[in-house]
């Protein structure tokens, strides 16, 4: 059977067993073909792969300059691999067991201020009243300021979204129920200007007769709904707009905006954790920093001696 035949099934079981999301197919399929494309280079086939052979495949990563986080990626995309030809007994050993991983220093999540999502969502909002501009503009306008107050209400992923269906937009509740990683279920919160804006948006939208097919944020794309890229774009504009460096503005650093103001005002990091669809706490544990000057200020703030004063 040949590497790329053991590459699909591999692909086939993340689907079937895992239920990986498309994005996550088409990451793992990258990674295994530039895998599979190094052992072809050496003459190797998947299944007689050796630890040396693994360790090459890295090497070969570092000399083309790829960042730690980047190969850290790649061989677990490999390991992975390696542990499915093993288990389903295609191969005869796991050659990736000793292998160990490159070592790289976790970064911080860029993180806005509260006065920078205020000036983003200000911009937004303007977008939607501004004198002069056609129907099609104030739409786009009104779809953008829907789309921050959402993400900074309720932290979702990209992915999740920009393929909110357009009941989202219609319901009552103070929560929204989300479909996230695994297709696992998760209640976010709604706060009444996400609500609010989510209803204009959605009014503009059945006005100018767009409101067609199931989703919020309906597009001309492969899905049906506007592409994380799409909205990465127009975010941008927005930021320009804002006065913030387009650099340090993307829908993640929202998300992540969403998480570390919780903790700052002092939600516990269990229920972050709950509320961003985190699997594993040692995920969410990235914002422990925030903690860490939370913990601060407090002791500042509140200790008796902390102002010098005997």
């Not at 994005?23 to 052992?39: F, S």
């Not at 005002?265 to 961003?276: F, K, P």
Request: net charge positive; proline share 4%.
């Amino acid at each position: 059977m040949s590497g790329a035949r053991q590459a699909s099934l591999f692909l086939d079981m993340l689907a079937a067993e895992r239920g990986a999301s498309k994005n996550t197919l088409e990451a793992y399929q990258r990674d295994l073909d530039d895998y599979l494309a190094y052992l072809d280079e050496t003459g190797v086939r998947p299944d007689s792969a050796s630890a040396a052979t693994i360790r090459g495949f890295m090497a070969s990563l570092e000399e083309r300059g790829l960042k730690a986080s980047s190969a850290a990626r790649r061989l677990s995309a490999v390991r992975q691999f390696h542990k499915f030809l093993y288990v389903e007994g295609y191969a005869p050993a796991d050659p990736t067991a000793a292998v160990s991983a490159p070592k790289r220093g976790r970064a911080l999540p860029k993180v806005l201020s509260v006065d920078q999502v205020d000036r983003l969502l200000q911009v937004a909002h303007e977008g939607v009243s501004r004198p002069g501009a056609s129907p099609a503009e104030r739409l786009r306008a009104a779809r953008m300021a829907c789309l921050l107050e959402l993400l900074y209400a309720t932290g979702l992923r990209v992915s999740e979204l920009v393929s909110l269906p357009r009941s989202a937009a219609k319901t009552r509740e103070r929560f929204l129920v989300v479909r996230g990683k695994g297709a696992k279920e998760r209640l976010v919160p709604l706060t009444d200007a996400a609500r609010d804006a989510a209803r204009a948006y959605l009014a503009l939208l059945e006005e100018l007769g767009r409101a067609v097919g199931p989703w919020l944020f309906p597009a001309d794309s492969e899905t049906g709904h506007l592409t994380r890229q799409a909205f990465a774009r127009d975010l941008k504009a927005v930021a320009a707009g804002a006065g913030l460096r387009a650099n340090t503005i993307s829908p993640h650093v929202l998300r992540h905006a969403f998480a570390s103001h919780l903790l700052q005002n002092g939600a516990d990091l269990r229920v972050v954790q709950e509320l961003l669809g985190h699997s594993d706490i040692s995920t969410t544990q990235i914002y422990t920093h925030v903690l860490d000057e939370r913990l601060k200020s407090m002791v500042r703030d509140l200790h008796p001696l902390a102002s010098g004063e005997g």
